[in-house]
DNA sequence: ATAAGGCTATCTGCTTTTGAGATAGTGAGA
DNA sequence: TCTCACTATCTCAAAAGCAGATAGCCTTAT
């Protein structure tokens, strides 16, 4: 049994018809066909269906999918491996939040730079949803997303541990006044943030009713909205508190541990984990609780109570 | 890049010759070298040192060599998928201890054979350790071992909570006489059984030296050893139940939760989990608690205390 | 020192497999 | 009923794979 045929039968089971899996392919219909052909009498079972508008993937055709698929992403995994000396190099695409790039990433990122000037280190960064989707599919290597996560194919660790808390306006008095507002509104990322459902239950549990959530592409948009007044947002607290320093915003704690939120790395636990990521999460465990996080909690604790 | 390929180089790899590794795959030393030399051309680095007596496997073969072993199985596993239909069928090879067996897996396996005649189930007795390596190398699809188990490429499910007791002839009339019995022996099992580790390290509690024990192959034998004086043993109280009733043996429980043991199902997470295997742990799960274990229990209780 | 033996690399025909193109057959929908 | 989009099959050329023979290399024994 050849892994190509199973990589022609991934594609035509993808598009449903030998002909557009033999143009992605670059080949021709005629061996696609043969090639299906002689997979499925190895295996002794049809997989697909055959009419006339194409085919259709039968049972045994969709057990065997996702085994090709883990069988392409092993594959791919055999040569990173066999090129991979223990030395960092190549590329490293990673992912990571939004907040969690600006509050804790860049130190760790110049001082990996400095340490690996070899390895070309990619950071994307989205949501929490969206990266996991990345992650689940190959298409990054790791990436720092918001717990807690339940996937069986995702090894997780816990990194970092922030702390939400509500930003607004520096209008609002306190907690209680928030109520009082007819018409709150809340400013969140985009969909898929995973803090909104955060600020989302909040809210419901203290009855404040908010409506539709204005989403914006970057931090400094969403705090200068909540500065002028425009709606309240769910924040770590170490990223507002420049903009609380310098009296743009009013920050209130979350009661309990409501607003604890941790920050995982997550990678594929099938993936083969190259030396560049290695010395990445090395360089990352090292730096954790570092610098940048006790200046901000000591500047934010006149808030607390 | 092709997997008959890294075949071959496990096989290389595995004989540390070509010549060897030709004649194990039908096929004559000129072709493998070839094989091997396009395989390294596509990977980019060299796989082999070739020397006068052979060829040994260079680190970047040795990083493969996992990931090739999986690959291998990751096929096995679509040649399986493709044809389970979800109709058990097939054979099923499975491993236990010889314990489990004699006292829990007898009804299950009738059970089991009436439901789905149409499985070849081939169970295999041995030892925890033995057990574990024959599942990690794919030699089983799974098997009931003493917990606890630890190995990152197994799943494991609690089935039974086994309670051992401490087996020796009647003479003895309570545990401070084993003290005085200047070389007391054990017996166990054989090597790598579980329950030996057990009494060792319960004897050490107890201050209570011993000489190096006698092993066996059968439950009987044990059984009617103990029974002779010969020496004492750790076994499951369902399992020795029968022996005590009809006066042959006296049995003590062991403190606290000292005694206790879980016997877990364990099978390579990564593996393929076909409708047999499926079927049987259905079948296992409902049979938790059943009939004799109840039976059993109830005539132990005269002993505790 | 030399010969023998075990090993891998390479070359050479032969066989098998694979790929491209052309053609035939088939079922759905206008 | 005709057309269209699709798959199956056939054929020939190209490529890959296999077996056998041979050469070169290193170790070991004489």
Request: hydrophobic share 40%.
């Amino acid at each position: 049994m050849d892994v190509s045929d199973l990589v022609i039968f991934e594609a035509v089971s993808r598009h449903g018809s030998m002909n557009r899996a033999a143009s992605e392919l670059n080949t021709v219909q005629s061996n696609v066909t043969a090639r299906i052909r002689t997979l499925e009498d190895e295996l002794g079972v049809s997989l697909f269906q055959r009419h006339a508008r194409g085919v259709s993937t039968t049972p045994a055709g969709q057990r065997i999918l996702p085994l090709v698929a883990r069988l392409t992403r092993l594959l791919a995994d055999v040569r990173t491996a066999a090129r991979d000396d223990g030395e960092p190099h190549g590329s490293l695409h990673l992912g990571s939040l939004e907040t969690t790039t600006a509050l804790r990433l860049s130190p760790l990122l110049t001082q990996f730079a400095r340490t690996y000037p070899q390895v070309r280190l990619i950071v994307t960064t989205g949501t929490t949803r969206r990266l996991l989707d990345d992650v689940i599919n190959c298409r990054l290597e790791g990436a720092f997303v918001a717990g807690p996560v339940n996937h069986p194919d995702l090894h997780q660790e816990t990194v970092f541990t922030e702390e939400l808390v509500l930003v607004t306006s520096r209008q609002i008095r306190d907690l209680a006044a928030l109520k009082e507002i007819a018409d709150l509104k809340t400013i969140v990322f985009q969909a898929g943030c995973s803090y909104r459902q955060r600020l989302d239950s909040l809210f419901a549990d203290m009855g404040i009713v908010t409506a539709r959530p204005l989403e914006f592409g970057s931090l400094e948009a969403i705090i200068s909205c909540v500065s002028a007044g425009i709606g309240v947002t769910l924040l770590p607290k170490g990223i507002v508190a420049p903009a609380w320093q310098a009296g743009r915003i009013a920050v209130y704690e979350l009661p309990h541990d409501e607003g604890r939120v941790e920050t995982l790395f997550v990678r594929r636990h099938d993936a083969f984990v190259s030396s560049a990521l290695t010395a990445f999460l090395q360089l990352a465990r090292s730096c954790v609780g570092g610098s940048p996080e006790i200046s901000l909690e000591l500047s934010l604790e006149r808030t607390a109570g």
